[in-house]
């Protein structure tokens, strides 16, 4: 019988633990895999996003083993869009929110038909 996997919170020294478990896991995700055009950049996209968002204002729990991570923001806490896409922008040179904005945009657009 296999053991139950223990969980714990993370700390700032499981960072490179947390980015490739992460990066791995959305390895063949469609929607990152569209938002992204290389999945080289998941690394340095999860840094920062553990980094600069979660380690300071959220929780996050990891796996003992790294085999799985769950990052969460409290209700009072919220991801701010406009720093998030600005970090991405700096370090990419590329805006991938932008394309999903746009796709939501369209998506809610009605269509006509004659």
Not at 8 to 14: C, F, M, Y
Not at 17 to 44: A, K, R
Not at 82 to 89: F, H, Y
């Amino acid at each position: 019988m296999e053991t139950a996997p223990i969980i714990r919170d993370a700390v700032a020294g499981d960072l490179e633990e947390l980015v490739d478990t992460l990066s791995d896991s959305f390895t063949y995700d469609p929607m990152f895999n569209w938002l992204f055009p290389t999945t080289q950049l998941y690394p340095y996209f999860f840094r920062m996003l553990i980094r600069d968002v979660y380690l300071s204002r959220g929780i996050i729990h990891i796996e003992e083993q790294g085999r799985a991570a769950a990052l969460w923001l409290p209700p009072e806490q919220r991801l701010l869009l406009g720093i998030l896409r600005q970090s991405v922008i700096d370090y990419f040179g590329d805006d991938p929110l932008e394309r999903l904005s746009a796709s939501l945009y369209f998506a809610r657009s009605p269509v006509y038909q004659l």
